[in-house]
């Protein structure tokens, strides 16, 4: 993103100053005064590796007995002046990956690069993050205090860097000239406030600051959609106007196509896909975003709905599947090389094994349903439940011989017989996600 | 329902909520209920079955539910229909669902409520309906507590909570709005198949133009306490009549047309006239002042309150002079003023 000096804003001459200071062992980039050669340099947020895995301590001993493993391995770049979007399911880690990233949490793993410097190790880099970045919350209504007046909430941030009461109000002044409230809205009390202008007062204390990267955690959630739109439009003016680099996390697909250049896709932890939006959003590459994205309702009477896009939810990062973290939900998982099975079939026997494995299968339930209760109508009765294919072979042998093994309990051996007779790519290696532009962590060849 | 209005009495004065509002729900039909926060929609909603929290309080109006005034009735009657024939499902699936019991209990409880059945049929029922509503693995979840279950689950034991009185309506207020889009499309779906399979009609409330246009027949557009526009969901769609639907519409991302400036009302003080009119880049001197428009027919089927609802101005309402008082209530005019006469703030 080559974007032009702002020289309207003091503030973002001073950053570029800053930045310069920072760079100065990188001697070849130039006076950055000119505006010129930013692509030579490297992005704002360089999010490399990142990983954050909790202990699972059990037993009186409190032994470790598990891995939560919410962030594993993520890796980003935010340009200057350019908005990422993070978009995944609840789950999917990403307020984690924001609040690792900003070291409000200490990642476990991976290196964080902000402006040239590393965050973290001991570094002042975590003080220049924190100096230059500010987050936009959620819900306005819990990060804005009842009895405290909107141009207080906002000159907030001012005041704990000991800004005198005048210069603080100035700055209010301006600074709610420029996020579209009024004079007046100033010594309005929250509740006096619509949802909209709230979001206002909110996007109004971030930049106080004259912050280089906001970090909005769904900024537009349980707002009407004309309301969001402006609060969008807001966004997109004061990013060009102050040169802004932005990470949108959201699991609302369309806010991140109107209002991000790149998007990427997070999985169970891990980002499966990445690329400019408009790209990754109507072309996607990875089944999970082609589900994601047909999940979204379009407004079109006419169309049909997509009925069941994708089943189930992300799984428990404490136990992510092995191989493609997804395989479990895809519905275009690649069937095993040596059986003749469609990927919606072979997605039957895996929900089968996900289910013995977690021990859901439910015999009693089956039990009440069929007539008799001899193992013979209770196979059937799992595979009806399951609509498991009847395959020729090898395959056919080893899922009716897995039947059987659920029916009497043996619910690890069909676990481990379906494991050895059902291979695929999907099961055994978790995709590499490539290098570029635009990359996606899948087994599918590219069409 | 027939004119509905339900008032809140606030220190400041009276939120007229729901404020004459008409609309029809046929058996086996999804009606959408339209609108942005504050539009009355979920008082409305509540105002059905007599479920408005105090100081609330339906005013005036009539729902005939089975040729019966469900306002008129007795509150002996109308818990006898309460749950039994009209349930809710609420957005907030915590609403509906008590911590400290587990989900299995609660849905029993619920069928025992409604079915005289002894304690064994009542949980193999609970299961039943656990398993209708797509709870995976129903015999071992509801031996769990709702804590343990993710969103989506619990929107399906509340959604299973209230079938277990086999209702005729299904009254769904934002039941997906907490919800990721993957896991919402599985609980329209369910919605989807309910309607189809047990014939149960469904009022559902949403703010959501897409999910509308995903479940809806027909859709009922509200703002400011009133009925904007109703009609078959692809006529509104296609060929919105009032400037309020065609905003959010416009709005919507992609479509990249014109969007409504401004902010909603004040409930305590709307403005005569239409109350859209501060907002709508078409108002005229008529729509400043009265009561604002009646619903009008349209061309497609539906109705819209608008004076421009066949797209030229209606000959039979006489063109108001400048800007007079509202008989009704003479605050009014000072809030048409501040609000900007000419249209919204943009």
Same mark, same amino acid.
């Given at each position: 993103m ?19 200071d ?13 505006g010129?050669?930013?692509a ?6 360089v999010?490399?590796?990142l990983?954050k ?5 059990s037993?009186v001993?409190?032994?470790r007995?598990?891995?939560v ?13 350019e908005?990422?979007?993070l978009?995944?399911?609840?789950g999917?880690g990403?307020s984690?990956?924001a609040e ?7 990642p476990?793993?991976?290196t964080?690069?902000?402006d040239?410097?590393p965050?973290?190790d001991g ?7 924190r100096?230059?970045?500010a ?11 009842p ?10 941030p001012l ?9 603080r109000?100035?700055?209010v002044?301006t ?15 929250p ?7 709230k ?19 769904e900024p ?12 969008l439009?807001?966004?997109?003016d ?7 680099s ?5 699991h609302?697909?369309?806010?991140v ?5 790149r ?5 169970a ?13 109507d072309?996607?590459?990875h ?7 047909a999940?979204v309702?379009t ?6 709905r997509?009925?069941?896009s994708?089943?189930g939810a ?5 136990d ?8 479990t ?10 059986a003749?099975?469609t990927?919606a079939?072979?997605g039957a ?6 289910d013995?494995?977690d ?15 001899d193992?013979?109508?209770l196979?059937r ?8 294919p ?16 659920a029916?009497v309990?043996?619910?690890?051996a069909a676990v481990r017989?379906?494991r ?18 635009r ?5 599918l060849?590219?069409? | ?23 029809d729900?046929?058996?086996g039909?999804t009606?959408?209920l339209?609108g942005?926060s ?10 059905i079955?007599?479920?408005?929290d105090?100081p609330?309080?339906v ?17 002996r009657?109308?818990?006898a229909?309460?749950g039994d024939?009209?349930?809710y499902v609420f ?19 619920a ?23 797509g709870l995976?693995?129903p015999a071992?979840?509801a031996?769990?507590?709702?804590h ?17 009185g086999?209702?005729?309506l299904?009254?769904?207020? +934002? $039941?997906?709005?907490?919800? !990721?889009? #993957?896991?919402? *499309?599985?609980?329209?779906d369910l919605? &989807? %198949?309910? @309607?189809?399979e047990?014939g ?10 897409g999910?509308?246009?995903g479940i809806?027949d027909?859709?009922v ?22 400037p309020?639907i065609r905003?959010l ?7 990249g047309?014109?969007?409504?400036g ?8 709307p ?10 880049p078409?108002?005229?001197g008529?729509c400043?002042?009265g ?6 027919g349209?061309?497609?089927?539906g109705e819209a309150?608008c004076v ?14 400048? +800007? $007079?008082?509202?008989?009704? !209530?003479? #605050?009014?005019d *000072?809030d048409t003023s501040?609000?900007? &006469? %000419?249209? @919204?703030?943009?």
């Amino acid at each position: 993103m080559n974007r032009p000096d702002s020289s309207a804003d003091p503030g973002a001459a001073a950053r570029e100053a800053t930045a310069a200071d920072s760079e100065s062992s990188a001697a070849d980039s130039g006076s950055t005064a000119d505006g010129v050669d930013d692509a030579d340099r490297e992005p704002l947020v360089v999010v490399d590796g990142l990983e954050k895995h909790y202990p699972v301590r059990s037993g009186v001993l409190r032994r470790r007995t598990g891995t939560v493993r919410a962030v594993d391995g993520v890796s980003f770049a935010i340009e200057r002046g350019e908005a990422l979007g993070l978009i995944g399911e609840s789950g999917s880690g990403k307020s984690t990956v924001a609040e690792t990233l900003l070291h409000l949490q200490e990642p476990t793993g991976g290196t964080v690069r902000f402006d040239g410097r590393p965050v973290g190790d001991g570094g002042d880099g975590v003080d220049d993050l924190r100096r230059r970045t500010a987050m936009v919350f959620q819900d306005p209504s819990s990060s804005l205090d009842p009895r405290t007046t909107a141009g207080e909430s906002a000159a907030e941030p001012l005041r704990v860097r000991g800004v005198a009461r005048r210069r603080r109000r100035e700055r209010v002044a301006t600074l709610f000239e420029r996020v579209g409230l009024t004079a007046d809205h100033r010594d309005r009390y929250p509740h006096e406030l619509s949802g909209g202008q709230k979001r206002r007062v909110g996007i109004a204390r971030a930049l106080a600051l004259d912050p280089a990267f906001v970090v909005l955690d769904e900024p537009t959630a349980a707002l009407d959609v004309s309301v969001q739109a402006e609060i969008l439009d807001l966004l997109a003016d004061l990013r060009d106007a102050f040169d802004l680099s932005m990470l949108f996390i959201s699991h609302d697909v369309s806010v991140v196509r109107r209002a991000c250049d790149r998007v990427a896709v997070l999985y169970a932890g891990e980002v499966v896909e990445t690329g400019p939006t408009g790209a990754v959003l109507d072309d996607p590459a990875h089944p999970y975003t082609r589900a994601l994205a047909a999940a979204v309702p379009t407004p079109d009477p006419r169309a049909d709905r997509p009925r069941h896009s994708l089943s189930g939810a992300v799984p428990d990062p404490a136990d992510p599947p092995d191989g493609c973290r997804f395989h479990t939900r895809c519905p275009e998982v690649i069937p095993p090389e040596d059986a003749d099975l469609t990927s919606a079939e072979y997605g039957a026997v895996i929900d089968l094994r996900v289910d013995l494995a977690d021990g859901e299968v439910g015999l009693d339930r089956l039990r009440t349903r069929v007539d008799g209760a001899d193992a013979d109508s209770l196979a059937r009765a799992l595979r009806a439940e399951y609509d498991l294919p009847d395959p020729d072979g090898d395959a056919g042998r080893a899922l009716s011989a897995a039947v059987d093994e659920a029916v009497v309990g043996d619910d690890a051996a069909a676990v481990r017989r379906i494991r050895e007779a059902f291979g695929s790519p999907c099961v055994r290696e978790n995709p590499e996600r490539g290098e570029g532009d635009r990359s996606s962590a899948c087994h599918l060849p590219p069409e | 329902m027939r004119d509905l209005r339900t008032q809140f009495p606030t220190v400041e004065g009276t939120v007229r909520a729901v404020d004459g509002v008409s609309f029809d729900v046929y058996p086996g039909e999804t009606v959408c209920l339209v609108g942005e926060s504050g539009s009355g929609k979920t008082v409305a909603c509540e105002s059905i079955a007599r479920l408005v929290d105090p100081p609330g309080e339906v005013v005036d109006g009539e729902v005939r539910f089975d040729d019966r005034d469900l306002l008129a009735c007795a509150e002996r009657d109308l818990r006898a229909v309460r749950g039994d024939r009209i349930a809710y499902v609420f957005q907030d699936p915590q609403r509906s669902l008590d911590p400290v019991y587990t989900v299995g209990e609660q849905v029993t409880e619920a069928v025992g409520y409604h079915r005289d059945v002894d304690g064994a049929a009542a949980r193999e029922r609970a299961v039943d309906l656990l398993d209708r509503v797509g709870l995976p693995n129903p015999a071992a979840r509801a031996d769990e507590y709702p804590h343990q279950l993710s969103g989506g689950m619990k929107q399906r034991v509340a959604i299973a909570t209230a079938l277990a009185g086999d209702p005729d309506l299904l009254i769904a207020d +934002e $039941p997906t709005t907490a919800l !990721d889009v #993957t896991i919402q *499309a599985q609980i329209l779906d369910l919605f &989807a %198949d309910l @309607g189809d399979e047990e014939g149960l009609a469904t009022l559902f409330v949403t703010h959501d133009l897409g999910v509308v246009a995903g479940i809806a027949d027909r859709v009922v557009v509200m703002y400011a306490g009133r009925v904007m526009e109703r009609g078959s969901v692809t006529r509104v769609f296609e060929r919105p009549a009032h400037p309020y639907i065609r905003g959010l519409l416009d709005s919507l991302p992609g479509r990249g047309g014109e969007r409504i400036g401004g902010e909603p009302p004040d409930p305590l003080d709307p403005p005569a006239g239409c109350r859209f009119h501060p907002r709508c880049p078409h108002a005229v001197g008529e729509c400043r002042s009265g009561d604002g428009p009646p619903l009008h027919g349209v061309d497609g089927g539906g109705e819209a309150a608008c004076v421009f609802h066949d797209g030229v101005r209606d000959s039979t309402v006489v063109e108001a002079g400048p +800007e $007079p008082r509202s008989e009704r !209530d003479p #605050t009014h005019d *000072a809030d048409t003023s501040t609000c900007g &006469a %000419d249209g @919204g703030p943009r």
